[in-house]
């Protein structure tokens, strides 16, 4: 059975500074890797999708890597902002088409 | 419309009422999820609809939780006789239904059972 986690459970950075979010998972026989942001009270906003054979994906400060063979995704996010702060959530999609998630890494950003 | 819409976004009902939450996915996605989140708990995979293919009901938690999806469009998910342990939010999601689409999450039903 997949198991996904997220470790720490909880960040807190100064403004400016990078923030690294590790993800692992248990499984490597999956089709690909998506990273989500969670605001309070609010529903997933997708971040990056990573397909299995891909190593990366960027989109403006956010970087994620994925080392399929060692279970292993982290989510770069360069020079932080208050606004960044959120719940950040890794996701394993592999047969079934059904998503694993991990418990989430809390961040906060201070100003 | 231009996301997955929910509704009710909230809903208060008192123990052993029925009640009915709606999903209306992006148009053209053939992917349908319903997830839960309980407070302070990680997302629990409920059931996932895929085109006109017979639903994954594996993660539905006990028989007073039901699914169904008419017209390969808008989903509809049942709880009967709601415990206040079904308290959560709960999230649907769609794609484009092929592997390697990136899935889209509603903001959510808020159910509190009181």
């Known amino acids: 059975k997949q198991e996904v986690t997220q470790i720490p459970a909880a960040l807190s950075v100064p403004e400016g500074e990078n923030l690294v979010l590790n993800c692992s998972f248990t499984?490597?026989?999956?089709?690909?890797l998506q990273w989500f942001r969670q605001d309070p009270g609010k529903g997933l906003t997708s971040l990056l999708l990573?397909?299995?054979?891909?190593r990366e994906q960027t989109s403006g400060r956010l970087n994620a890597s994925l080392d399929k063979s060692s279970g292993r995704s982290t989510l770069y996010i360069a020079a932080s902002q208050p606004g960044d702060s959120a719940t950040y959530l890794c996701?394993?999609?592999?047969?079934?088409?059904?998503?694993?998630f991990g418990g989430g890494t809390r961040v906060l950003v201070k100003p | 419309g231009a996301g997955v819409s929910q509704s009710p976004s909230n809903k208060v009902t008192e123990k052993g009422k029925d009640v009915e939450l709606r999903c209306d996915p992006i148009?053209?996605?053939?992917?349908l999820y319903w997830y839960r989140q309980s407070l302070g708990q990680g997302l629990e995979f409920l059931i996932y609809?895929?085109?006109?293919?017979?639903?994954?009901k594996s993660g539905l938690p006990s028989d007073r939780f039901s699914a169904e999806r008419t017209g390969g469009s808008v989903s509809t998910l049942t709880i009967q006789r709601t415990q206040q342990e079904d308290s959560a939010v709960y999230l649907c999601?769609?794609?484009?239904?092929?592997?390697?689409?990136?899935?889209?999450f509603g903001e959510g039903s808020w159910l509190t059972v009181v």
């Open positions: 990573i397909q299995s054979s891909q």
């Open positions: 148009s053209g996605h053939t992917a």
């Open positions: 996701a394993v999609i592999a047969a079934g088409n059904k998503l694993t």
């Open positions: 999601a769609s794609s484009l239904g092929t592997t390697g689409n990136t899935i889209y």
């Open positions: 499984d490597s026989a999956i089709y690909n």
């Open positions: 609809f895929q085109g006109n293919s017979a639903p994954d």
